[in-house]
């Protein structure tokens, strides 16, 4: 009799390094990436691997754990988590948010409306409008509708195995084996050390340089961690901090 397939979750608050693990976990256990969680016939940039044939599927999502608890089985979750300090950056690199409504108005005229945003909005009133969605002030992306902490705290409370984005950058085959050992499954040392490499930033970013997938190859944009202390001001790094230090501080990012 054919084995159902088994439905594994990576998730996490936008820009926490959702893709990059989606694709790890993925390529961990040879299975294809299907998409993004609870939509069909979705651009989802995670997805890859649609001919490896295997009794798991991967997906990727952004959702609260209310929202995903009843679907997937708890052993199958997993969450990624990153500093939100850097959050805070790689979202107002990322995501077109605008400071202004004349901002907004200017930046959808033909013509200019490129250049102006480019230009003439500064990184640091983008970093303040992304800051003011993550804590929740403002709620212009689908996928903020609750506070940064929050997020993170339903998974915590729940149980559910989280990954730091800062850790799988500086021991990957420690997080994978974490991976592993929470599904079930086994996998041998150069089995793990090959999936590393294949989903390596450096790796992945050549591929799609080679290949002329330029939308995946700008989503990839550095694959680091602690930009935020030559990026943030002392004020924005000072509100942030204290805005969720009980987060921070229970996951190990304050020294």
Same mark, same amino acid.
């Given at each position: 009799?054919?084995?159902?397939?088994?439905? $594994?979750?990576?998730?996490?608050?936008?820009?926490?390094?959702?893709?990059?693990?989606? /694709?790890?976990?993925?390529?961990?256990?040879? #299975?294809?990436?299907?998409?993004?969680?609870?939509?069909?016939? %979705? /651009?989802? $940039?995670?997805?890859?691997?649609?001919? /490896?044939?295997?009794?798991?599927?991967?997906?990727?999502?952004?959702?609260?754990?209310?929202?995903?608890?009843?679907? +997937?089985?708890?052993?199958?979750?997993?969450?990624?988590?990153?500093?939100?300090?850097?959050?805070?950056?790689?979202?107002?690199?990322?995501?077109? +948010?605008?400071?202004?409504?004349?901002?907004?108005?200017?930046?959808? &005229?033909?013509? +200019?409306?490129?250049?102006?945003?480019?230009? #003439?909005?500064?990184?640091?009133?983008?970093?303040?409008?992304? $800051?003011?969605?993550?804590? %929740?002030?403002?709620?212009?992306?689908?996928?903020?509708? +609750?506070?940064?902490?929050?997020?993170?705290?339903?998974?915590?409370?729940?149980? $559910?195995?989280?990954?730091?984005?800062?850790? &799988?950058?500086?021991?990957?085959?420690?997080?994978?084996?974490?991976?592993?050992?929470?599904?079930?499954?086994?996998?041998?040392?150069?089995?793990?050390?090959?999936?590393?490499?294949?989903?390596?930033?450096?790796?992945?970013?050549?591929?799609?340089?080679?290949?002329?997938?330029? /939308?995946?190859?700008?989503? =990839?944009?550095?694959?680091?961690?602690?930009?935020?202390?030559?990026?943030?001001?002392?004020?924005?790094?000072?509100?942030?901090?204290?805005?969720?230090?009980?987060?921070?501080?229970?996951?190990?990012? =304050?020294?």
């Amino acid at each position: 009799m054919e084995q159902a397939t088994q439905e $594994i979750l990576v998730v996490g608050y936008p820009k926490s390094g959702n893709t990059w693990l989606t /694709r790890l976990v993925a390529e961990l256990i040879s #299975c294809p990436v299907k998409g993004f969680f609870g939509k069909t016939n %979705n /651009r989802e $940039i995670a997805i890859e691997g649609g001919d /490896r044939q295997s009794n798991y599927v991967v997906f990727k999502g952004h959702h609260t754990f209310d929202q995903v608890c009843q679907k +997937i089985q708890h052993k199958h979750l997993i969450y990624v988590v990153r500093d939100v300090r850097d959050v805070a950056i790689s979202g107002a690199n990322f995501f077109k +948010i605008y400071p202004t409504k004349l901002d907004k108005y200017i930046s959808k &005229l033909p013509n +200019i409306g490129n250049f102006y945003y480019n230009k #003439c909005i500064s990184e640091h009133a983008k970093i303040n409008r992304m $800051i003011r969605i993550i804590d %929740n002030y403002e709620k212009p992306l689908p996928w903020c509708k +609750i506070p940064w902490d929050k997020h993170v705290i339903q998974y915590l409370n729940n149980g $559910i195995l989280v990954i730091k984005y800062e850790d &799988l950058l500086v021991n990957p085959e420690a997080e994978c084996q974490r991976i592993l050992s929470s599904l079930g499954i086994e996998r041998s040392t150069q089995q793990i050390a090959a999936a590393i490499k294949n989903q390596s930033f450096e790796t992945r970013k050549e591929q799609f340089k080679l290949s002329g997938d330029n /939308r995946r190859y700008k989503f =990839l944009r550095e694959g680091k961690s602690g930009g935020w202390k030559q990026k943030l001001t002392e004020e924005q790094k000072n509100f942030l901090t204290n805005r969720f230090f009980d987060t921070l501080n229970a996951l190990e990012y =304050l020294d």
